[in-house]
C-alpha cells in the first residue's frame, strides 16, 4: 500500500462533506440490497486512464477529455448510471471500445464539481461487476451493451474466512503502520468497514499495485481467490516493507554526515533519472558522441576510453571527477589530424605580403620559397623561422600575413615575462589547478593542427626556480622532434610538425644558444627615412583615419612635412612611435572637424609644430676643427645611431680616465687602443715620454646612456691618435670595429642600422672591416647611394684613411 490510502481517506471525507446522507463505509445488508438492484443493459461507458474501480468503493475522478465531460453531463442530469473501465493502454487519449478492458463497474454519480482551473471532478460509488457485450455507440462517447456479473458466494462466518478477513485486517493496519506515507487515520476507516466483501473491494482500489494487476483482481468472480490475491499481495509489501525498514535501521545507525550527503545525492540522482536521466550519464554520454568524429590514432583512442572508463566510474561530488572531465574535454577538443587546407596561390601570397608589408624583401622571398616547395613537394616539415630586429619593424605583423596567405589559422603566443617551465610543457593533472601548456591551449583555440603559431619575444623569456622555459621550447623548436611533442597534462604525444612556429626577438645574444641553433634566422632591419614615409602614406595614415572617424578628403599631408615628421619626431628603426604621431595628427583634425573650426585640408611644416612641438633634430656630424672628435657608428635597441668619441691630453704621470657610463667591453676597448699606439708610436712619429707625461681622457656623450661593446675601438685608436698628433681628422668620415691588441680589426654586427643612421647624419665615408663586405654586399643599393667604404685589415690602415697631415688651430 502506498499514499492511495492517504488520498483514499481525503476523498471520503470530501464525500462526506459535500453529502452528509452517503454514508460510504457500507454493510452488509447494504451490499446485498446493491448487488440485487436492477441496472441498464445498455450504459455509457466512462474510461479510466490509471485507475480501478471496484464495488462498493467511493473515488473521484477528474474528467478532462472532452468525451468524458459530456457523458458525465448527460448521466448527471438522468439516472446518474454509467460504466466505468480501465483502459489497457494507460497513454492512449482517446480510447475506442477495443482499447477497453472487458470487465467494468457500473457506477453511480454522487456529486459534480467544478474545479477553478475549468476541470470538473465527479464523485463516483461503484455498484456491481459487469462484462462488456458490444458497443451501441461510439460518438459523441461511448455506450455498449453489458452483462452483469455476480461473485461467487462464500461464507464468511466460517473459520477459514474469519482468518483470511482478519489476516488481511491485520496486514493492511501493519502497512500503515510502518509505511512513512500512509496516515495513521487510515487505519480507522479499515476498522470500521463492517462487510468483508467491501474490506477486500476497499482494500483493492487503495493498495500499492499497477493498473494491470488491479485489473486482475477485479475480473476475479471468485472470491476466496480474490482473497487469496489479496493477501499475497500484502504478504509481500509486507516484507518489503520490513526490508526497507531494517535496511533504514542499519543505515542510520552508522550514518555520517558524507553518507547522509551522499544518500540525498542518490535521492536526486533518481528524481533526474525520472526526469530524463543523470547529470553524470549526460556528460560520459555526450563524451562518447564527440569521441565518435575524432580522427585520431588506436594510442590516443585507447587512452581515451580508458580515461572515460575512469570517469563512468568516479562519483560526480567528488573533485576528482571535474579533474577527469576537463582532462576527457581537452582530449576531445585537440585538432588530432585536423589540418587546414593550404592555398599555393604564390601571386596571391606574393600580393597579400606586398600589401601588408612595406620592404622586408629578404623575409618575403624566404617565405615565397617555402610555399614553393609546399606547392611542389605537397608536403614537408615546418621550417622554425626566427625573424629578428628593432622594435616596431613589423615582425609579429609579419606572422599574421604569412597565415592569410597560406589559408593557414593564425595563433600567437607572447613569452615575455614567462619563467615557468609549466607555462610551455603544463602540469602533471594530478596537481590541484593544473591546465594544460600554452602550446597544447593555443592548438585547441586554432582548431587545426597546422596552424602558423607565433612566438612573440622569444628572447624575453625568464627563468626562476620553476624550470627554465627556453630549455622546454627545444623539443618544441625542432623539426626532428616535435612530431611527438609531450605535454604533461595531455599525457600523451602530439604532433606539432605541420606547425610552422615563427619566432621573434630583438636581440640574438638573449636566446640560449641551442635554442637558437634549431631555428632558422632571419634578420629584420630597420627602415630608411624613405621606407618610413612609404609606409606612413601606405599603411599609418589611412589606419589612423579610419579609426578616428573621418575620411581621406578631410587630412592630407605633403612630402616635406611627411619627411621632417619622420627625421625630426622619430627616433627609432622602426614605425610604432611614427604611428603615435600620426594618429595625433589625425585626432587634432578630428577635433578640428568636431568643433567646426578652420582648417587647411593639407598639414604643412608649421603644422607640426603647432600639433606636435618643436621636433629634436637628429644628431649629425659636427666638423673636424678640433683633434682628438672622431664620429663612431652605434647598435642600439631602437635601430643605429651615431655617438661621439672625445679625448684629450693633459701634463700628468700617464692616468687614463673614462667616462660616459661605459660598459666593461668598451673600457676595455679604450685600454687596448692606447696599448697599441704606445708599442706603435713610430707610425705617428711620437716620443714614449710623451706618454709617460701625459694624462689622458676618454669621454662618450650623452652620459645617461649606458654604453658597451667593442665596435669602437677603431673610433677610440683614431681619437687618441688625433689628440697625441693634434692632426685632424677626415671630414663626414665615421668608422666601427673591434680592435685586438696584435694590430687587426675584427668585424661587428648591426651594420645596416650603422649605414642608416650615418646617412641620417650626413657621413660620407665609413671605415669597416674588411669581414664586413659581405654584409654591405647583402644590403640594397638603394641604402647605399652617396657612401664610400673604406674595407681595412690593420689598425694602420684606418689612421692613414682617417687623419690628414692637417694641424688643428689650438682655442
Known sequence: MNDFFDKALIQLTDALETDAEFIPLITAEEEETMNNASYPEILPILPLRNNVLFPGVVIPITVGRDKSIKLIQEANKGNKIIGVVSQKDQEEESPEFNDLNTIGTVAQIVRLLKMPDGSSTVIIQGKRRFELVEPTQSEPYIKAKVN???????????????????????LSLQIIQESPNIPSEASFAIKNIDSPSFLINFICSNMNADVPKKQGMLNELDTKKRIMLVLEHLNLEVQM????????????????????????????RTIQDELGGSPHEMDVEELQDRSRKKKWDDKTEKLFFKELDKLKRMNPQGAEYTVQLNYL???????????TKDVHDLKRAQTILE?????????????????????????????????????????????????????????????????????????????????????????????????????????????????????????????????????????????LSKVMFIATANSLSEIQGPLRDRMELIEVNGYTIEEKIEIAKRHLFPKQIAEHGITKKDISIDKKALERLVEEYTNESGVRGLDKMVAKLVRNRARQ??????????????????????????????????????????????????????????????????TGNLGDVMKESAVIALEFLKAHSHWLDLQQDVFDNSNVHIHVPEGATPKDGPSAGITMLTALASSFTQRKVKKNIAMTGEITLRGEVLPVGGIKEKILAAKRAKIKEIILCEKNRQDIEEIEQEYLKGLTFHFVTEMKEVLDIALTQEKAKKN
Open 355 to 495: 600589401r601588408d608589408h612595406y620592404g622586408l624583401a629578404k623575409v618575403k622571398e624566404r617565405i615565397l620559397e617555402y610555399l614553393s616547395v609546399l606547392k611542389l613537394k605537397g608536403n614537408m616539415k615546418a621550417p622554425i623561422l626566427c625573424f629578428y630586429g628593432p622594435p616596431g619593424v613589423g615582425k609579429t605583423s609579419l606572422g599574421k600575413s604569412i597565415a592569410e596567405a597560406m589559408g593557414r589559422k593564425y595563433v600567437r603566443m607572447s613569452l615575455g615575462g614567462v619563467h615557468d617551465e609549466s607555462e610551455i610543457r603544463g602540469h602533471r593533472k594530478t596537481y590541484i589547478g593544473a591546465m594544460p601548456g600554452r602550446i597544447v591551449q593555443n592548438l585547441k583555440k586554432a582548431e587545426a593542427a597546422n596552424p602558423v603559431f607565433v612566438l612573440d619575444e622569444v628572447d624575453k623569456l625568464g627563468r626562476s626556480n620553476h624550470g627554465d622555459p627556453s630549455s622546454a621550447l627545444l623539443e618544441v623548436l625542432d623539426p626532428e622532434q616535435n612530431s611527438s611533442f609531450y605535454d604533461n597534462y595531455v599525457e600523451t604525444e602530439f604532433d
Open 329 to 339: 574535454d581537452l582530449l576531445l577538443d585537440l585538432p588530432w589530424g585536423v589540418y
Open 593 to 658: 572637424i568636431a568643433m567646426e573650426e578652420a582648417y587647411e585640408v593639407k598639414i604643412s611644416e608649421a603644422d607640426l609644430k603647432q600639433v606636435l612641438g618643436p621636433g629634436r633634430s637628429k644628431t649629425k656630424y659636427g666638423n673636424n676643427d678640433v683633434a682628438g672628435v672622431v664620429t663612431g657608428l652605434a647598435w642600439t635597441s631602437v635601430g643605429g645611431d651615431i655617438l661621439f668619441i672625445e679625448s684629450s691630453i693633459t701634463q700628468g704621470k700617464g692616468k687614463l680616465t673614462l
Open 148 to 170: 452483469y456479473l455476480t461473485e461467487t458466494k462464500v461464507d464468511f462466518k466460517s473459520k477459514e474466512m474469519e482468518v483470511m478477513i482478519t489476516s488481511i485486517k491485520d
Open 241 to 268: 516493507l520490513q526490508m526497507r525498514n531494517e535496511i533504514q535501521s542499519k543505515v542510520r545507525k552508522d550514518m555520517d554526515r558524507q553518507q547522509r550527503e551522499y544518500f540525498l545525492h542518490q535521492q536526486i
